[in-house]
């Protein structure tokens, strides 16, 4: 339930201010019922209201979706090249969903759509500091050095990045090379793999295993699910944090 004033702002019907002036006006119902005091709250994806006779529309139902994105695959809603976006997976999905973040073409692993763009806002900005883990197989094995380089913060495109998360997972690979853990909360353009060429080790192959309390390995590439309503309770509070 919210303010009156502010679900009829929130339709692009008129400013706060204005809309409480329609409705001590007497232009407002809900339920078939003239409303003129301000504090009135209502439900607007439930109630019927309406301003001089006519109906808000009905909101978009919020969705999020948490998708494991294939290689090959753009993180935008259309391209110009005509590639393959990741919209393309969502088959069945009829709201108007646009990715949080991006994550690069070459690469894989975890992603969020939705159209609430309060929390999308809050994940990518910066201030908030929300956590996306990596796994990055790498060319030859970084050593302690190395991995403290990554830690601390290096220059890559003349900033200096913000300090990270490593460790070096166990050997496992059949291909020569070693496989890192890197958690980062900004966002810059091909961060990672930037941060893995500047110690020498540059990236073969990159997958996005964690966003803030979100996991799921079980999730196959290529397929999607809708959050549950505890996850988006946790990714609330942990966009709402500060680092």
């Not at 003129?36 to 999020?64: C, F, H, M, S």
Request: proline share 5%; with cysteine; hydrophobic share 35%.
């Amino acid at each position: 339930m919210e303010r009156l004033q502010k679900i009829l702002s929130q339709a692009g019907i008129a400013s706060r201010r204005a809309s409480e002036r329609l409705i001590l006006e007497g232009r407002v119902t809900v339920n078939g019922e003239t409303v003129r005091a301000l504090g009135t709250k209502a439900d607007a994806a439930r109630d019927d209201i309406r301003v001089d006779g006519r109906r808000l529309r009905q909101p978009e139902r919020r969705r999020y979706i948490l998708l494991n994105k294939p290689r090959g695959y753009v993180t935008t809603r259309s391209d110009p090249q005509k590639r393959p976006t990741v919209i393309d997976l969502l088959q069945g999905v009829h709201e108007y969903l646009y990715p949080v973040g991006r994550l690069d073409y070459d690469s894989e692993g975890l992603l969020l759509l939705t159209n609430d763009g309060d929390l999308a806002a809050r994940l990518t900005h910066p201030s908030h500091g929300v956590a996306r883990v990596y796994e990055a197989d790498v060319a030859g094995t970084p050593d302690a050095h190395d991995l403290r380089q990554l830690e601390r913060g290096l220059v890559i495109d003349g900033r200096r990045t913000a300090p990270a998360e490593v460790r070096l997972l166990p050997a496992g690979r059949a291909a020569p090379g070693a496989t890192i853990q890197i958690t980062i909360r900004e966002g810059r353009n091909r961060q990672v793999r930037k941060m893995c060429e500047a110690i020498g080790h540059p990236v073969d192959h990159l997958r996005r295993i964690g966003i803030g309390p979100l996991r799921d390995r079980r999730l196959k590439a290529g397929r999607w699910r809708d959050l549950t309503e505890d996850e988006v309770k946790r990714l609330r509070a942990a966009s709402a944090r500060r680092p």
